[in-house]
């Protein structure tokens, strides 16, 4: 892609901004040098560990919010 946008489209757009804040807070943790913008001097591994650590974080927020009573995943029935 050449233009420099994303094609990723958040679910709920409301969350962009959050999602936003929780990127550069994971990539800081790593030492990844993220920045608002171009990143093209970004390794693919160093990339693919913000966004594997993101996820990592997700699963842990949700696992905890599960154990704890409060259901998650909209009130669905596993």
Do not use: H
Request: no cysteine; hydrophobic share 30%.
């Amino acid at each position: 892609m050449s233009n420099n946008t994303s094609s990723n489209r958040a679910v709920v757009p409301e969350a962009k901004g959050a999602l936003d804040r929780f990127k550069f807070e994971v990539a800081n943790e790593l030492g990844v040098p993220l920045t608002d913008g171009y990143n093209g001097n970004l390794t693919s591994k160093q990339n693919g560990s913000v966004g594997g650590y993101m996820v990592k974080k997700m699963i842990e927020a949700q696992e905890r919010q599960m154990s704890q009573g409060q259901g998650g995943m909209g009130g669905q029935q596993m």
